[in-house]
């Protein structure tokens, strides 16, 4: 299995909602992220983990909550989200922090409504 | 702090060759590039470390010149295929895992 599986693919949330994104790769890689991705835009790193604890929080807010529960798997937990939100969240994995390149998701498309 | 990529966009015929560039204000550890086509993932096409290694990966390669922080993505003999964005990302020492991409370089290959 050479992938990393993102659900759903595609969410639509109110402002009031909670909601999770869910990321999985069966890779054996050990390191795990969280990117936004507006259009026409780089991806933006959001959280890193390494061996399943936090490493980088690049300063994002509290109504993103990440979480770990074990090396395979990823959540992205979601409150009280703004329109501005709205953007392709993409997982990634890798071998470990560095000297190893990254194997994107597809991502989950998320609309704030 | 965000790399410097050049140029912006890039409209080639098929065969001919083109250059991206990505320069850092800052001591690089490595250089990433990746491709992402409209509407899916970015896709790894290769990691440069310290130490001035040149990489390929069958008709594109790159270098890395630590001296001056910079990259370079070399695609020869382009095919439709290559089309796509071209995203460099940079970590520093100290930084492990702190990947910050470029604007992306739109590359457009023409039959």
């Known amino acids: 299995d050479t992938e990393v599986t993102q659900t759903p693919k595609h969410l639509v949330m109110g402002m009031t909602n909670k909601k999770s994104l869910k990321c999985e790769q069966h890779m054996g890689h050990r390191a795990m992220y969280w990117y936004k991705q507006k259009a026409k835009k780089p991806p933006e790193l959001m959280f890193v983990?390494?061996?399943?604890?936090?490493?980088i929080n690049e300063s994002v807010p509290s109504r993103f909550s990440p979480e770990c529960p074990n090396s395979s798997l990823l959540n992205l937990h979601l409150h009280a989200l703004q329109p501005e939100d709205s953007a392709l969240y993409l997982c990634?994995?890798?071998?470990?922090?560095?000297?190893?390149?990254?194997?994107f998701g597809s991502g989950t498309r998320l609309t704030v409504v | 702090q965000q790399p410097v990529q050049s140029p912006q966009a890039v409209i080639l015929r098929e065969g001919e060759d083109a250059v991206i560039n990505c320069s850092s204000s800052k001591a690089l550890y490595s250089v990433h590039w990746y491709r992402q086509k409209h509407g899916e993932a970015p896709v790894f096409l290769m990691i440069?470390?310290?130490?001035?290694e040149q990489k390929g990966h069958e008709k594109i390669s790159a270098s890395f010149n630590e001296k001056k922080q910079q990259s370079s993505l070399y695609l020869t003999a382009s095919q439709l295929s290559y089309s796509g964005t071209y995203f460099c990302?940079?970590?520093?020492?100290?930084?492990?895992?702190?990947?910050?991409f470029g604007k992306g370089t739109k590359l457009s290959v023409k039959p």
């Open positions: 990634a994995s890798s071998w470990a922090l560095a000297n190893y390149g990254y194997t």
């Open positions: 440069l470390l310290k130490g001035g």
């Open positions: 990302g940079t970590e520093h020492g100290g930084s492990q895992g702190n990947l910050i």
């Open positions: 983990y390494s061996y399943e604890k936090l490493s």
